[in-house]
Structure formats: structure tokens, C-alpha cells
T-cell receptor, first 113, second 113 residues
Framework: EAQVTQNPRYLITVTGKKLTVTCSQN?????MSWYRQDPGLGLRQIYYSMNVEVTDKGDVPEGYKVSRKEKRNFPLILESPSPNQTSLYFC????????????FGEGSRLTVL | QQQVKQSPQSLIVQKGGISIINCAYENTAFDYFPWYQQFPGKGPALLIA?????SEKKEGRFTISFNKSAKQFSLHIMDSQPGDSATYFCAPVSSGSARQLTFGSGTQLTVLP
């Protein structure tokens, strides 16, 4: 089954404790991206990757890091989480640039105390 | 930067009625115009999309209308059903860009039984 898998789905952590949210897709997609969803603000792009070893900032990259060492994986790293990073996070992938449909994961709800 | 403006923010419709959601954009380089549907606790999923070479596309009860000169496109849901209750996002994209995506702010649709 074609899918984008995120882990963990739910996480409660404390300020400053490094964490990683993993994202993996099994569709051989070149393009992958991360979004955060907050009430009243919709979906905002954090980082995106056009292909392996190619990443770029989205609209709200501060406080986040990403890496794309393999085509299928695109982890989101919070080196020193803060309460303002409490949010619902989505990973998504698509075939490539200009090839329309985005496939989203189920989401990871993060709470930073 | 507000490249994409979606309206209304929320919409309540009676079962069997017509739901209309609008998306206005500024970037004339956009060439793929999708609508995503998101149910609570789930990631967004592509509902319907249009390319600018046509002015309308219909899939079942869902229709996209595209007005290139006005730089806007709309989602029409005919014979709205309670199962259509969800949040809807527009997310136009340019295939010539580096694929930095901007989503509309979302429309929460409630269809009353």
C-alpha cells in the first residue's frame, strides 16, 4: 500500500530535549516536505526536499533541521524544542517538481512543556 | 507574504445544499490548482485539481471552477452531505518553481443533517 509513515504519532516532551520525528514514503517520490498545522494558521511549510541531499527552507524553518540521506526518508529534527513548537506536524511527498498530488502522512502531534 | 487567500473561513450548509469555497492567488506562474480535504485526526488528501488549460472540472459532486483573469478558483460541492464535513485547503503550485508550497488558510465545512 502506497503511504507516508510518520513516527511518533503523539509525543509530549520538555523544553530543550532534542527530538526527531521520522517520515518514510514507499512510493519512490523525489519530493518530500514538512508542514506544521496550527489553529487559524492553516498549513505552513517548514522544509522541503527536491531530492536526496537537496533541502531548502519553507516559510517557518526556525528551530528545525532536516536531512535527506536516502530517497525514502526525511526526518524532522528539533534540536532544542520550545513551547511555541507545540503543533501538529505533517510530512508529505510527491513524484517531483510540478507533478501535482501531495501524499500526506497521518500527522504527529507534538507537545513541548 | 499572502500569495493565497481562501474564503470563507467556515461554512455551514444544510444537507443537499451547495457549498462554495473560493481561493484567490497572486502568482501568475501557478499552473496546478488543487483542493485538499482533511478530516479530523487525518492528514489532508487530494480531492480534485485542475490545470489552467480548462475552466472547469467535475468529479462526481465536486467541481472546480477556474477564472484565470480574476486569478481565482473555486470548489463547488453539490448535494452536500454530512460526510463532506471537513476542512478544505487550496494549494496552488507552479511547476517552474522550486516547489515551495503555500496553502490557503482552510475552510471548515459543516453539513447539517
Amino acid at each position: 500500500e502506497a503511504q507516508v509513515t510518520q513516527n511518533p504519532r503523539y509525543l509530549i516532551t520538555v523544553t530543550g530535549k532534542k527530538l526527531t520525528v521520522t517520515c518514510s514514503q514507499n512510493m519512490n517520490h523525489e519530493y518530500m516536505s514538512w508542514y506544521r498545522q496550527d489553529p487559524g494558521l492553516g498549513l505552513r511549510q517548514i522544509y522541503y526536499s527536491m531530492n536526496v541531499e537537496v533541502t531548502d527552507k519553507g516559510d517557518v524553518p526556525e528551530g528545525y533541521k532536516v536531512s535527506r540521506k536516502e530517497k525514502r526518508n526525511f526526518p524532522l529534527i528539533l534540536e532544542s524544542p520550545s513551547p511555541n513548537q507545540t503543533s501538529l506536524y505533517f510530512c508529505a511527498s510527491s513524484l517531483g517538481q510540478g507533478i501535482g498530488e501531495l501524499f500526506f502522512g497521518e500527522g504527529s502531534r507534538l507537545t513541548v512543556l | 507574504q499572502q500569495q493565497v487567500k481562501q474564503s470563507p473561513q467556515s461554512l455551514i450548509v444544510q444537507k443537499g445544499g451547495i457549498s462554495i469555497i473560493n481561493c484567490a492567488y497572486e502568482n501568475t506562474a501557478f499552473d496546478y490548482f488543487p483542493w485538499y480535504q482533511q478530516f479530523p485526526g487525518k492528514g489532508p488528501a487530494l480531492l480534485i485539481a485542475i490545470r489552467p488549460d480548462v475552466s472547469e472540472k467535475k468529479e462526481g459532486r465536486f467541481t472546480i471552477s477556474f477564472n484565470k483573469s480574476a486569478k481565482q478558483f473555486s470548489l463547488h460541492i453539490m448535494d452536500s452531505q454530512p460526510g463532506d464535513s471537513a476542512t478544505y485547503f487550496c494549494a496552488p503550485v507552479s511547476s517552474g518553481s522550486a516547489r515551495q508550497l503555500t496553502f490557503g488558510s482552510g475552510t471548515q465545512l459543516t453539513v447539517l443533517p
